[in-house]
């Protein structure tokens, strides 16, 4: 398990009395400036941060937990997904009496760095970590801190395929040993709901407007369109995805360049309710009546399906009850549980005006 440093760990590095440390990390005088950066030098090379000694002399806990999301900033204002998970989270937290540390980055190196640096400054007991990528240094790291930590979401393997088989509520997989917790969605079942309602409805082509394409659950989800899309005889040129930054303006974009297509899809399927919207919006600049030539499935539904006009088809979950469900988990690792794999409930389809028939001559 790995250790923080402390101050005799930097005195002893350094080849100074400890005082001589506590001097020159107080700005105190006592030291001169050779020495002093001697010391500073040797405390950032170890990781060390103010409040770090003090608080892992206490042997208490810090009484929060962390959040980072590393997304592009414009696409998180206009998205209910975090807000209402966020909720979820703070439900839990906040009756346990437990703060919740949250921080929006650029990419997922800097999200990296603030788990290093929670961890030297002691800042957080545990973290929840959204968004597995296909390739995530994330996991690795949380370990090589022993930094407690809730995947939400389910991470891939090397090879593409779950990292570990589903659990009986907080059990592991016996050929994928669980190493750190997660709670997980099953967007597998719920595309097959979708194509089963456009099939079902007589709709052959189809374009699913997919998220970032480095996120495990994108990937999970293009995946399993193609099985469902093959298991009915539609081929890729009949069936596919296209990659977004989940924002409205890409989701427009992809829109329009599917639209345009010499055969368009005669249905959309969008991975979240904002480009659903825009895209519902694209159609009715361009004279395409939805639902009478084009269906729009939005992935998760909100107050914009519902109040766009047509109201959208969407799929409805709980994910207020996906954010207590994580921050559960978290809490019972820190009681001392171990880690454990959570599964939601499956997302349930709520077909509105948004889809019908394709016409006739489709």
């Not at 030297?120 to 995530?136: F, I, K, N, Q, Y």
């Not at 369109?225 to 298991?231: G, H």
């Not at 954010?323 to 559960?328: I, V």
Request: charged share 25%.
């Amino acid at each position: 398990m790995a250790r923080r440093p402390t101050i005799k760990d930097i005195a002893r590095q350094a080849g100074v009395s400890e005082s001589a440390v506590s001097f020159a990390l107080n700005d105190r005088p006592g030291v001169s400036q050779d020495t002093r950066a001697r010391i500073r030098r040797v405390a950032e090379e170890l990781g060390w941060q103010p409040n770090s000694a003090a608080r892992a002399l206490s042997g208490e806990r810090s009484g929060a937990v962390g959040l980072v999301l590393a997304r592009p900033a414009h696409t998180l204002g206009v998205e209910s997904f975090f807000l209402q998970l966020v909720s979820g989270i703070q439900e839990v937290l906040s009756a346990d009496r437990t703060a919740l540390l949250f921080q929006v980055v650029e990419d997922i190196d800097a999200e990296c760095a603030v788990y290093r640096r929670w961890w030297a400054e002691r800042r957080v007991d545990g973290v929840l970590v959204v968004d597995p990528r296909t390739s995530d240094p994330r996991p690795a790291l949380l370990e090589g801190l022993a930094l407690p930590a809730v995947t939400i979401g389910e991470a891939l393997s090397p090879d593409g395929g779950a990292a570990a088989g589903p659990g009986d509520g907080r059990g592991s997989s016996p050929a994928h040993p669980v190493t750190l917790s997660s709670v997980r969605a099953d967007d597998a079942g719920a595309m097959a709901q979708v194509l089963e309602h456009l099939y079902g409805l007589g709709h052959r082509r189809i374009v699913h407007v997919a998220g970032l394409p480095g996120l495990a659950h994108t990937v999970r989800r293009m995946e399993s369109l193609r099985t469902e899309a093959a298991r009915r005889g539609l081929g890729p040129d009949q069936v596919r995805s296209v990659v977004t930054d989940y924002s409205d303006a890409e989701g427009a974009a992809a829109t329009r360049r599917v639209l345009a297509e010499p055969d368009p899809p005669t249905a959309l399927v969008y991975d979240n309710d904002v480009m659903a919207v825009a895209g519902s919006a694209v159609a009715a600049e361009l004279g395409i009546p939805v639902p009478g030539r084009l269906s729009i499935v939005a992935w998760d539904d909100s107050a914009l399906c519902r109040v766009t006009h047509p109201r959208l088809t969407a799929l409805v979950r709980d994910t207020a009850g996906f954010g207590r469900l994580a921050a559960e988990e978290l809490l019972a690792v820190l009681a001392g549980s171990p880690p454990g794999v959570r599964i939601s409930e499956l997302p349930r389809l709520e077909p509105r005006d948004s889809t019908a028939p394709p016409p006739a001559h489709t």
